[in-house]
């Protein structure tokens, strides 16, 4: 049934005059009943009674008013939603993040994404890169935040940088280190590193940065994609701790930085990745431009 016919209908029912509701509209009196003769035809049954003193509903138009309001009242509930979809201020984001950016990138970016009382759920996936990558493929999460060096398929995912994450090296408030400030390579082998997964080739451009001879050369004693546990351990240990800078210089634990020579701690290239072919939501595009723009910032102060 044509909305705007019922439109015309629920004004003419209100103004009870043809030339009052036509104005009312913005259509000529002429325009506004041929709309009213052409909903009664296609109903079949007569809606108003012409009378001298104005129009009085009739039985079937009665029934109709009550439908019609329902009908024109979710018709403006749905195009309320629509605008606010265009808007990015309403429907369902889903945002996964790989370990480094969960702690670098993530919570400035949900803050900046607060919903200004808009009907909009954003749902977080926190986890290494190949289960955020199956949830891109189970359309779970709009799109995620992770190292594309990490990626085994590039070709099937769009992406775009967001930013670099530097790494630092830390241990606990009363290591043997911590008088001196300085680790070299030689402390790395001794103590053992704790950092989070890496694939084979990071693994190897890792080790070679850092100055190890191989990657079977590389100390790496603990892996943990949870940097909280990560530090944790770290704090009750002799384990050095390779993890995202700026991110526990006030952390309960009071991990302490140290300066590290002979090599260079590993950088976190940080995209953000979707299904390549699909396109994302106007909030989903507003998010990845967030996080861009929190990840030059964090880029900046490296």
Same mark, same amino acid.
């Given at each position: 049934m044509?909305?705007k016919?019922?439109?015309?209908?629920?004004?003419l029912?209100?103004?009870?005059?043809?030339?009052?509701?036509?104005?009312?509209?913005?259509?000529?009196?002429?325009?506004?009943s041929?709309s009213?003769?052409?909903?009664?035809?296609?109903?079949?049954m007569?809606?108003?009674?012409r009378? *001298?003193?104005?129009?009085?509903?009739?039985?079937?138009?009665?029934?109709?008013?009550?439908?019609?309001?329902?009908?024109?009242?979710?018709?403006?509930?749905?195009a309320?939603?629509?605008?606010?979809?265009?808007?990015?201020?309403?429907?369902?984001?889903?945002?996964?993040?790989?370990?480094? *950016?969960?702690?670098?990138?993530? *919570?400035?970016l949900?803050?900046?994404?607060?919903?200004?009382?808009?009907?909009r759920?954003?749902k977080?996936?926190?986890?290494?890169?190949g289960?955020?990558?199956?949830?891109?493929?189970l359309?779970?999460?709009?799109?995620?935040l992770? +190292?594309?060096?990490?990626l085994?398929?590039?070709?099937?995912?769009?992406?775009?940088?967001?930013?670099l994450?530097?790494?630092?090296l830390?241990?606990?408030?009363?290591? +043997?280190?911590?008088?001196?400030?300085?680790?070299n390579v030689?402390?790395?082998r001794?103590?053992?590193l704790?950092?989070?997964?890496?694939?084979a080739?990071?693994?190897?451009?890792?080790?070679?940065?850092?100055?190890?001879?191989?990657?079977?050369?590389f100390?790496?004693?603990?892996?943990?994609?949870?940097?909280?546990?990560l530090?944790?351990?770290v704090?009750?240990?002799?384990?050095?701790?390779v993890?995202?800078?700026?991110?526990?210089?006030?952390?309960a634990?009071?991990?302490?930085?140290?300066?590290?020579?002979?090599?260079?701690? *590993?950088?976190?290239?940080?995209?953000?990745?979707?299904?390549?072919?699909?396109?994302?939501?106007?909030?989903a595009?507003?998010?990845v431009?967030?996080a861009?723009?929190?990840?030059?910032?964090?880029?900046?102060?490296?």
């Open positions: 044509d909305l016919r019922l439109n015309h209908f629920m004004t029912a209100e103004e009870r005059r043809f030339a009052a509701a036509a104005q009312r509209v913005h259509l000529s009196t002429a325009a506004f041929r009213i003769q052409s909903l009664e035809d296609s109903v079949g007569r809606l108003f009674d009378l *001298p003193q104005g129009t009085v509903l009739t039985r079937a138009g009665e029934v109709l008013r009550r439908r019609a309001a329902a009908l024109l009242a979710e018709s403006r509930s749905l309320h939603e629509i605008d606010l979809l265009k808007s990015g201020g309403a429907g369902e984001l889903g945002i996964g993040a790989a370990p480094v *950016p969960a702690v670098t990138l993530l *919570p400035s949900l803050a900046k994404l607060r919903p200004d009382g808009a009907k759920v954003t977080v996936r926190v986890g290494n890169l289960q955020l990558l199956d949830r891109l493929e359309e779970e999460i709009d799109f995620c992770g +190292d594309p060096r990490l085994v398929d590039a070709e099937r995912y769009e992406m775009v940088p967001v930013g994450q530097s790494s630092s830390y241990c606990r408030p009363g290591h +043997d280190l911590r008088a001196r400030g300085v680790a030689a402390a790395l001794h103590y053992g704790a950092l989070s997964a890496l694939n080739p990071l693994r190897a451009r890792f080790s070679e940065d850092m100055g190890f001879d191989s990657p079977a050369d100390p790496q004693v603990l892996e943990c994609d949870d940097f909280g546990m530090a944790r351990i704090a009750d240990s002799d384990l050095l701790g993890l995202p800078s700026r991110c526990w210089h006030a952390d634990t009071h991990l302490q930085p140290l300066q590290f020579e002979g090599g260079t701690l *590993p950088l976190v290239r940080v995209h953000a990745l979707w299904l390549q072919g699909h396109s994302l939501s106007p909030v595009q507003r998010a431009a967030l861009q723009e929190i990840g030059a910032t964090l880029s900046e102060q490296r």
